[in-house]
């Protein structure tokens, strides 16, 4: 069965650094998908990054980029040069059988950031 | 292009009492999905539909909950009768059956209906 694990509750990070918030799966399925989102504390999920398990090249857009290790099974997310608004709940998510669009998306518990001044 | 509309955005009841939210998805958006997100938790899925069939329905409490998409189009969520343990953010989100390359099928949320079960 699929399983997305997120072991860090909570981080706190100096404005302008650089964080990695940590995602490991588990699945059976050759062809998946990864997704990270943001949920600011107004309750919206923002999605963020893809990377789907065939592609070659580490995801990025912007300041996020994911650091896809395939054999760890890990997808962790790196913001760059981080910023007061970067603080919210970040979930890691994935989609088994990434080619159906009738596949479903389970969620990990989640990371909270919160990024001082 | 629109967003995914749900209402009400906030709604306390007793529990025992019924309930119901709407979701309407973006335009073109063939599959649905509820999910329940208690505070402190990932989002889980309750059900999904593509077009007005059920995909998926395996962790929606029967007993107490239903969910029905007609027309393909709009979807309703109802509890009845509510626990206290239904306190949660209930989130629709929708997307594409159209294989978008690199993005497979990323879903589209709504803003979300807090319910507080008192």
């Known amino acids: 069965a699929q399983k997305i694990t997120q072991t860090q509750p909570g981080m706190f990070v100096q404005e302008k650094e650089a964080v990695t918030l940590d995602c490991t799966y588990d699945?059976?399925?050759?062809?998946?998908?990864l997704f990270w989102y943001k949920q600011p504390s107004s309750g919206e999920m923002i999605f963020l990054i893809y990377q789907g398990s065939y592609d070659q090249q580490n995801a990025t857009e912007g300041r996020y980029s994911l650091n896809f290790q395939k054999a760890r099974k890990s997808a962790n997310l790196v913001i760059s040069a981080s910023q007061l608004g970067d603080s919210a709940m970040y979930f890691c998510a994935m989609r088994e059988s990434s080619y159906s669009s009738a596949s479903k998306i389970i969620f990990g518990s989640g990371t909270r950031l919160s990024i001082r001044p | 292009e629109a967003g995914v509309a749900q209402s009400p955005r906030y709604k306390i009841i007793e529990k025992r009492q019924s309930v119901a939210f709407w979701c309407n998805p973006i335009?073109?958006?063939?599959?649905l999905y509820w999910y329940q997100q208690i505070l402190g938790q990932g989002p889980k899925l309750l059900i999904q539909f593509q077009n007005n069939g059920v995909v998926d329905d395996s962790q929606l409490p029967k007993d107490r909950f239903s969910a029905e998409r007609l027309k393909g189009v709009d979807s309703t969520l109802k509890i009845q009768p509510a626990k206290l343990e239904d306190s949660a953010v209930y989130l629709c989100?929708?997307?594409?059956?159209?294989?978008?390359?690199?993005?497979?099928?990323?879903?589209?949320f709504g803003p979300g209906t807090r319910l507080t079960v008192t």
């Open positions: 989100a929708s997307s594409s059956t159209t294989f978008s390359g690199g993005k497979s099928y990323e879903q589209y």
């Open positions: 335009s073109g958006h063939a599959t």
């Open positions: 699945t059976s399925d050759p062809s998946y998908g």
